[in-house]
């Protein structure tokens, strides 16, 4: 019997020349090879169309972006080498969160979704690393964007550390901002050789929350530890698929 395949949210990005949405192609392909449905979420920051979304939905992946995270969200006034804030991409990512911490939906967030992730659980955010740490190491690799750059050290008996089997992982790096503080019910997890966090996981036991600083879906071709982190994501996204048919069932 073929297993059910689990709907995965991805919250698009906005081109603000042309006014459209769109999404990089290698979230849907990554979801979709690690057995999940990849659904696309508009960038529409009503409370109404995403708690209607978010209820045929069994995870959530929150992607990068090419925009920033306003500082005003975590306190915070801009900087001179801030990048650009897109408000609807922030709103309508934040809302996504909302829904989640309310439906303890499976999530997993790369790059900008980390971010934002630490910022809605009040944390706060370097603003560009090269300019607040100039002794950090390179985290705009540039092209290919897909080769590992820098190495990351994984926390012992940490999600990460168990997916790759080992202490020590090689990524990509693709970010000029970087969590700061980190948020409640968080973890740091994995750390570059400058220190910068590079992983957080959900600390309470009945949640599935995984957030990454580099991007696994540029690997997940060839790059086993990619592969394992999104197919712990889609397992995760199955049985919280399971539990709430069960409850439904249970409510008929």
């Not at 979230?27 to 209607?52: F, M, N, Q, R, W």
């Not at 012992?156 to 000029?176: F, K």
Request: with cysteine; aromatic share 6%; net charge negative.
């Amino acid at each position: 019997m073929k297993k059910n395949r689990p709907r995965i949210g991805i919250t698009m990005r906005i081109e603000l020349e042309t006014d459209r949405f769109y999404l990089a192609r290698h979230y849907s392909e990554a979801v979709a090879a690690a057995g999940g449905d990849p659904v696309h979420l508009s960038l529409i920051p009503d409370s109404e169309y995403i708690g209607s979304i978010m209820n045929v939905l069994d995870g959530i992946l929150l992607p990068g972006s090419d925009s920033d995270v306003d500082p005003l969200r975590y306190g915070r006034e801009p900087r001179p080498n801030l990048g650009s804030v897109h408000p609807v991409k922030d709103e309508t990512d934040l809302l996504v969160l909302e829904e989640i911490e309310r439906r303890a939906i499976p999530l997993f967030a790369i790059c900008f979704g980390m971010q934002v992730l630490n910022v809605h659980r009040g944390g706060t955010l370097i603003q560009d690393i090269p300019s607040d740490l100039p002794l950090a190491i390179k985290h705009q690799q540039g092209a290919p964007r897909d080769r590992p750059s820098h190495a990351v050290r994984l926390l012992p008996e940490s999600m990460v550390a168990a997916l790759r089997n080992a202490e020590q992982a090689l990524v990509n790096s693709h970010h000029h901002q970087a969590v700061e503080t980190i948020g409640r019910d968080l973890l740091a997890t994995a750390w570059a050789a400058d220190g910068l966090v590079e992983a957080l996981e959900d600390t309470r036991p009945d949640r599935f929350a995984l957030a990454v600083q580099w991007h696994p879906e540029l690997g997940w071709k060839q790059d086993g530890f990619s592969q394992a982190l999104f197919e712990r994501f889609i397992a995760e996204a199955r049985a919280f698929a399971a539990k709430d048919r069960e409850a439904y069932a249970a409510a008929k």
